[in-house]
């Protein structure tokens, strides 16, 4: 973990603190941290970090926010890599800002000079073509709600490392404003760090749960969030 990460100004709105690092990040948000760091770096980077110390990134709330947008649109719905940094260099044009898709409302704008949106029309339903995508494919789907179980804009992200089939589990979350923002069972102020290291000491998982007032459901999903799969106690 990095020290000496930048101090909070007076009147600076917590959600844009540069406070994570990309292994940070990753860990957070189950993902492989060269891939997260490959989309900060390069020519054309997909997307671009609030701060840097020295050639590290530092990544805000509000860019994990946006790093999870493009990670489900790569994995949930399938989106080509060159599609979506064809689309953020659009959109930061589009917007004149760096950081798109940090706006609630930008998915559905910024891809909008990339899709073909016909509305429904008697029996037939609404469609959306991409123009990125070959010819003629298609999907139905309203954009604007396509991270809506996963994102509430500016206040929770509830990462889940099969977020691509399970749309309804939410085992742990990330509040700016809880804990430093810093990843959490859902519902409590108890980080997934406290239980990753009493399970890594050799301690059982219902031990655990009950000493916190948890299922021990609920502290299995947690670990296997982070990659900590549920072994003989």
Not at 22 to 29: D, S, W
Not at 109 to 124: H, I, M, Q, W
Request: charged share 25%; hydrophobic share 35%.
């Amino acid at each position: 973990m990095l020290r000496n990460k930048p101090f909070r100004k007076p009147g600076q709105d917590v959600r844009t603190l540069p406070t994570y690092t990309i292994p940070e990040a990753a860990a957070f948000l189950a993902m492989n941290p060269r891939t997260l760091l490959s989309w900060y770096e390069g020519d054309e980077p997909i997307l671009k970090a609030s701060a840097h110390y020295g050639s590290i990134h530092l990544l805000s709330y509000l860019d994990l926010e946006e790093a999870y947008r493009v990670y489900l649109l790569r994995e949930k719905y399938h989106f080509p890599l060159q599609f979506l940094r064809k689309s953020m260099r659009n959109a930061r044009e589009m917007f004149n800002s760096q950081h798109p898709l940090q706006r609630a409302d930008a998915i559905k704008t910024c891809l909008r000079d990339l899709v073909y949106d016909k509305p429904a029309r008697g029996s037939k339903p609404r469609t959306i073509t991409s123009l990125g995508k070959k010819p003629g494919q298609q999907f139905v789907d309203e954009v604007v709600d396509l991270f809506a179980e996963r994102i509430e804009a500016g206040s929770f992200i509830y990462p889940w490392r099969f977020a691509a089939s399970d749309d309804q589990s939410r085992p742990v979350s990330i509040n700016p404003h809880i804990m430093s923002g810093r990843l959490v069972v859902e519902g409590t102020r108890i980080p997934v760090s406290t239980l990753v290291g009493r399970k890594k000491a050799g301690e059982r998982i219902s031990d655990i749960a009950e000493d916190y007032g948890l299922k021990s459901e609920i502290v299995e999903k947690a670990l296997a969030h982070i990659g900590i799969r549920k072994k003989a106690a």
